[in-house]
């Protein structure tokens, strides 16, 4: 370890504390086996402070090597981190303005890092947030997440962008921004939401019920679980850009009409409403408000709230007078 990487870390953790701050000599994927400090906080009351932007989620509450695995790939290559499982997980990121004097109060792990000579791609995670430390008292921070970018007082003029580096470069740039006060920009591995949808047929049958992730296009997942076409789209309902033409589709791209489904339950209002061609096509045509076009139609808004909705397919086809609209865009 150099003079620099030294000198960074006992900006890291307040030497009364009696936490130290290290890097982790260990293969890919392992971590240090030694455990949290006592006075480590819980990621719900680390969550009670103060943050600036929009309200995060709660951190996923994974082990570090869990949350390690979803970035690794994009690590490797150098590219923003992304979840290499979507369908259960995606990423949030936030700022939190620390003060500096004593110390900022975070254990950090590496926890990959690669191998190759010169290079200096990895992934850092917060290990520990240290209790009554200033990252306490700035609140936000919970362990699992990992700095993306460090700056000063004067913004992208003064800081660097940390996201995919290993510990050396990390901790470097927590050393490099003078001031009493440190920007932190953070990025966190959140529970994506998961989506109860039941399925009734036209004639009230019940299909039955599937789960998908949260902010799922619901004409995909039909697709995805190989739902008949003929049960997606009513070859007998005229199809609203181009009138008088029966038995086609537009496959999927938003203008056809065809697709209709009845969402009978959404007690949370996980299905948000219609709008641009959808909508006014559905006004203009004087369909009622809960119907949509399924190739419109996302479940959920891709956050962390789970829920219920029911759906039925092809309500038109009860009402004659409905597959025989002939309200069109050209009309």
Not at 105 to 134: I, K, Q
Not at 176 to 192: F, Q, S, Y
Not at 301 to 321: K, Y
Request: proline letters at 5%; charged letters at 20%; one cysteine or more.
């Amino acid at each position: 370890m150099n003079t620099m990487n030294a000198l960074a870390v006992l900006a890291l953790v307040p030497a009364a504390s009696g936490f130290q701050s290290f890097r982790v000599h260990a293969p890919p994927l392992r971590l240090r086996s030694s455990p949290l400090g006592a006075g480590s906080r819980s990621a719900d009351e680390i969550m009670a402070g103060p943050r600036t932007g929009d309200q995060i989620s709660p951190a996923c509450g994974q082990p570090l090597e869990v949350i390690a695995a979803n970035w690794v790939a994009c690590a490797k290559l150098g590219i923003p981190l992304v979840t290499q499982n979507n369908t259960f997980f995606k990423e949030e990121t936030y700022q939190v303005a620390v003060q500096r004097a004593g110390g900022l109060g975070l254990v950090l792990s590496e926890v990959w890092a690669d191998e190759d000579a010169g290079s200096d791609r990895g992934v850092v995670l917060v290990e520990e947030v240290v209790e009554n430390s200033n990252a306490a008292k700035a609140g936000g921070i919970a362990v699992g997440d990992t700095i993306v970018g460090v700056f000063g007082a004067s913004g992208l003029a003064e800081g660097s962008t940390t996201e995919g580096l290993n510990w050396d470069s990390t901790v470097d740039a927590l050393g490099a921004v003078d001031g009493p006060e440190i920007t932190l920009t953070m990025k966190r591995l959140v529970k994506r939401g998961r989506i109860n949808v039941r399925v009734t047929a036209s004639t009230g049958e019940n299909l039955g019920t599937f789960n998908c992730p949260s902010g799922a296009n619901l004409r995909m997942e039909f697709l995805r679980r190989q739902l008949p076409k003929d049960e997606i789209y009513d070859p007998n309902t005229m199809r609203f850009d181009a009138i008088g033409n029966y038995g086609s589709n537009c496959g999927g791209e938003g203008s056809c009409g065809t697709c209709l489904v009845a969402i009978t339950e959404d007690e949370k209002g996980l299905v948000a409403p219609s709008k641009g061609t959808e909508k006014k096509a559905l006004a203009k045509q004087g369909r009622p408000v809960r119907w949509r076009w399924s190739c419109r139609t996302t479940v959920g808004d891709g956050g962390s709230v789970d829920g219920d909705i029911s759906i039925q397919l092809q309500p038109q086809v009860r009402f004659p007078d409905e597959q025989k609209k002939t309200e069109g865009l050209g009309v």
